[in-house]
């Protein structure tokens, strides 16, 4: 995500008076980036917006993607809220891919931020079915922790292999 030219799409969008599906997937897009920036305050005033304005957050997986982008501004600060927020989000999932999307962020949380060993039962569930519905970038992000996991546990092969597994599917779809 290239911040300028994210900004940018964002007014460009906003210029054309988007329906409230796509002012509310901005919202989460702005969230998002605001985690990934480093600007939390902002990015929890877009998030307070965005749930005032989506209901009960069942349409279009609306809810459990802003609980998803809202748990990425507390996962390295408070680990437990973002935990909080993923299985929020994973309970309004309304279809398969978003579902494994927030399961994912549950297991990355768990493991990364709190440092706890990989539940395999959980990862395989997640990664068979990411693979057999072609869910890339989920596919992209589970072969990324197995890889982080790897390399915690000094397994610099099988960290290769994820790895390369990730970048492969990075490349390919992204």
Not at 98 to 103: A, D, I, P, T
Not at 137 to 152: D, E, M, V, Y
Request: with cysteine; proline share 2%.
């Amino acid at each position: 995500m290239e911040p300028l030219l994210f900004l940018d799409a964002v007014n460009t969008v906003l210029s054309r008076r988007p329906d409230s599906i796509s002012f509310n997937s901005i919202l989460n897009r702005l969230v998002l980036y605001c985690a990934r920036f480093g600007y939390p305050d902002i990015g929890y005033e877009f998030a307070k917006l965005g749930f005032r304005l989506i209901g009960d957050g069942r349409v279009e997986n609306q809810g459990a993607v802003l609980c998803s982008d809202f748990g990425m501004l507390y996962t390295h600060a408070d680990p437990a809220t973002a935990l909080q927020l993923f299985q929020q989000g994973a309970e309004l999932a309304g279809d398969e891919r978003q579902r494994k999307h927030n399961e994912l962020d549950i297991l990355i949380t768990k493991c990364i931020g709190y440092g706890n060993d990989l539940n395999a039962d959980e990862f395989t569930k997640i990664w068979n079915a990411s693979r057999k519905n072609r869910f890339s970038g989920i596919s992209a992000r589970a072969a990324l922790l197995q890889g982080s996991l790897s390399l915690r546990s000094r397994d610099i092969g099988e960290a290769r292999r994820w790895l390369n597994s990730a970048q492969a599917g990075v490349n390919l779809y992204h």
